[in-house]
């Protein structure tokens, strides 16, 4: 299973990855993920993706794709890999797609978690309150979903004209929104 996991901050792309790359026995690779380890770690790389984040804004395509590229070597993406938050622009998703193609390592999903806006402000900021994320904040929060909004909700369109866009209703229990996402890729499976 070759899978991305797209949908606007909140919607749970990390909560349910975790499960689908569970099921899959394959790896979970969230980028949000990797580069807080490199900022975390200090690493020139967090060095730079820092001031970006902290604003809630897309850190620069070069430095997504190095810290991708460095995580996708370790493991053999031929057999298998849960994307979570790359591609995230029409650009990243142009540049994946072609390196992808060459290497026979395309999407076989598309899952699309979606929910309405107060649902995800809800989410995270009920994760700001509880100590998370230095950008769950109410507007870097406000801010993230309107980048989403203009530079990743185009990717839908881009996904559905290749035929493996599973969009998927992400409200109610963590437990509901993985039924709908596994009879989804359930139904995929059968059908091909
Ligand atoms: P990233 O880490 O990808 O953050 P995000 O897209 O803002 O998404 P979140 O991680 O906040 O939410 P999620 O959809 O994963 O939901 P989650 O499962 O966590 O990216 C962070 C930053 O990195 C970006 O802003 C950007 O700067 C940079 N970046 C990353 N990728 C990039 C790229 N490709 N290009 C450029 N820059 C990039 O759930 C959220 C909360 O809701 C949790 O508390 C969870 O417990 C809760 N929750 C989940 N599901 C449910 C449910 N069903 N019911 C109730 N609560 C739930």
């Known amino acids: ?21 569970q099921r899959y026995s394959v790896p979970h690779i969230s980028t949000g993920d990797l580069l807080r380890a490199h900022v975390e770690h ?21 430095l997504v794709a190095a810290v991708i590229l460095e995580r996708l070597v370790e ?13 995230r622009t029409l650009q990243q998703a142009q540049a994946a797609y072609g390196v992808a193609k060459e290497t026979g390592t395309t999407f076989d999903a598309v899952l699309c978690l979606d ?7 809800r989410r995270l900021e009920g994760r700001g309150r509880a100590g998370g994320r230095a950008d769950d904040d ?8 309107a980048v989403y909004e203009e530079k990743t909700a185009p990717l839908r369109e881009y996904y559905e004209r290749r035929g493996i866009f599973l969009p998927i209703d992400a409200s109610g229990t963590v437990d509901e929104v993985t039924e709908r996402i596994f009879a989804a890729l359930d139904r995929l499976t059968e059908s091909s």
Request: hydrophobic share 40%.
């Open 115 to 121: 929910i309405p806006r107060d649902e995800l402000m």
């Open 42 to 62: 200090g690493t020139d790389m967090g060095r730079a993706a820092e001031t970006y984040m902290k604003r809630g804004d897309l850190v620069p395509d070069l």
């Open 75 to 87: 493991s053999d993406p031929a057999k298998g890999f849960v994307l979570d938050g790359f591609p």
């Open 1 to 21: 299973m070759r899978a991305l996991m797209l949908g606007a901050p909140g919607s749970g792309k990390g909560t349910q990855g975790a499960r689908v790359a």
């Open 138 to 145: 109410r507007a870097i929060i406000r801010h993230r979903i």
